[in-house]
């Protein structure tokens, strides 16, 4: 009650000040997240809402549904580059060259929003062309509707530069270096603004009530869900439990589990810039684990698939970033791991099917019973808990003991053990 009576419209709503927070990498979680916030602020008429953000770089789809976001909000949004330290880099660039009001706090630095490929190699040369150019035009777009300096902007998109604070500030890129919150609220109190449609607003946060809004429960989930480790051991653990279902059939839990993970991490995949190749190496690692419990290879196909497994997961996912890779810390483990459990669990099955059958007539080959009536070489024999046809190659006598050879449709062959049974003849 008392966070829905902090958010409710009321008199001092004109001073309330919304606080976001964005310090991973933009992705869909980071979206989700901001959309939620400035639908908060803008439901509740705060006078503004502050994203405070610390950013490497993220995804180019999220960036521009961000961008869009941002520009289009009811109320004005100020993007602060913070703590000490942090960065508005690449995809974090454009954020805030979108801000109504653009700060940064000593210590950060902003730009490098040059568009790479996947793993940080250049683009191709026609490709680069077009997403650079495409790039450079949002940039001066976004700088240009704010009395920004579009031309410095656009040189952190073709030159890859980035700017200081203060190398930001004297190029006109950002409006104020604040040492804390408390310092650019008061540089905001009676500031008139220009709104991206143009429009002068002028900010009243002379008494400003702070309402902080975090990630809920949903924005956490698919925040973790989409971090390249989550998704990585998710698909494994897909895989295994999958496997594990189709080797024992009717165990249903692992299957249900496997079905699950798989979904989850091919919803985490199709947001992350995923190498097809790696999962390719990935497949063809488990591939030679199950190839080494029937083949003797002397350990060969073993080598063979972790290598194969270690350099598929290395290049699962594209990305210039550390933080949108699978770590090495994750892979090695989880390599050996998965190798041991695979293999594991296909030798069980291996074993389970050099058995001899225990159930139905062929389980009855071995049985040892009782002539009930004599074999000449015709009669009946007493095995398994039922009276059987049956026949020997010698005449057994009734009484005594014989081991079945061999199961020809109703009938059984038999041959005498020695031993004269307790039980009756017919």
């Known amino acids: 009650m008392p966070l829905l009576l902090a958010l409710a419209p009321g008199v001092w709503a004109g001073q309330r000040v919304v606080i976001l927070t964005l310090s991973d990498s933009i992705q869909p979680a980071s979206l989700r997240y901001l959309e939620r916030g400035l639908d908060v602020a803008d439901s509740s008429g705060a006078a503004v809402t502050i994203i405070e953000l610390n950013t490497p770089g993220g995804l180019l789809t999220s960036l521009r ?25 690449s995809a974090g660039f454009f954020l805030l060259m979108a801000a109504d009001v653009a700060a940064m706090a000593p210590g950060t630095n902003a730009g490098a929003a040059h568009p790479v490929g996947g793993e940080g190699a ?25 009395g920004r300096s579009a031309e410095w902007a656009e040189k952190a998109v073709r030159d890859s530069a980035s700017y200081t604070e203060r190398e930001a500030v004297e190029k006109k890129l ?7 919150r408390g310092e650019l609220l008061k540089w905001l109190d009676g500031r008139t603004i220009k709104r991206f449609d143009g429009k002068p607003e002028k900010l009243d946060t002379s008494a400003p009530e702070v309402v902080v809004i975090g990630p809920n429960a949903g924005d956490k989930l698919l925040s973790v869900i989409a971090h390249p ?25 692992p299957g249900v589990l496997g079905g699950v993970a798989i979904l989850l991490a091919l919803f985490a995949l199709s947001v992350l ?16 684990f199950v190839l080494e419990v029937k083949v003797a290879s002397y350990g060969l196909l073993t080598v063979a698939g972790l290598v194969s497994f270690i350099f598929g997961s290395l290049m699962l996912v594209r990305s210039p970033f550390p933080a949108l890779r699978v770590g090495l810390a994750v892979v090695l483990p989880t390599a050996v791991a998965v190798a041991l459990v695979v293999m594991f669990l296909l030798g069980r099955v291996l074993r389970s099917h050099r058995k001899p059958p225990i159930t139905g007539a062929e389980g009855l080959v071995g049985e040892v ?3 009930s009536l004599a074999l ?4 009946k024999v007493f095995v398994h808990g039922e009276y059987w046809n049956a026949y020997a190659r010698t005449p057994v006598p009734a009484g005594a003991q014989v081991r079945v050879v061999k199961v020809d449709g109703k009938n059984l062959e038999v041959e005498p053990v020695g031993g004269v049974s307790s039980r009756p003849g017919e």
């Open 65 to 89: 549904q961000m961008t869009t976001a941002i520009t289009g909000a009811r109320r004005p949004v100020v993007v602060y580059v913070t703590p000490a330290g942090g960065q508005a880099a």
């Open 122 to 146: 250049e683009l191709a040369k026609t490709i680069a062309e077009k997403v650079t150019n495409d790039a450079a035009a949002l940039i001066r777009s976004l700088a240009t509707q704010r």
């Open 174 to 180: 950002i409006d104020i270096v604040a040492n804390d």
């Open 273 to 288: 810039p995923v190498n097809y190749v790696g999962v390719l190496l990935i497949l063809l690692g488990i591939g030679f």
């Open 376 to 379: 000449e070489p015709v009669g």
């Open 229 to 253: 480790n989550v998704a990585y051991l998710l698909m494994l653990l897909g895989l295994v439990g999958i496997y594990f279902e189709l080797s024992h059939p009717g165990a249903i839990l």
């Open 369 to 371: 019973g009782d002539v």
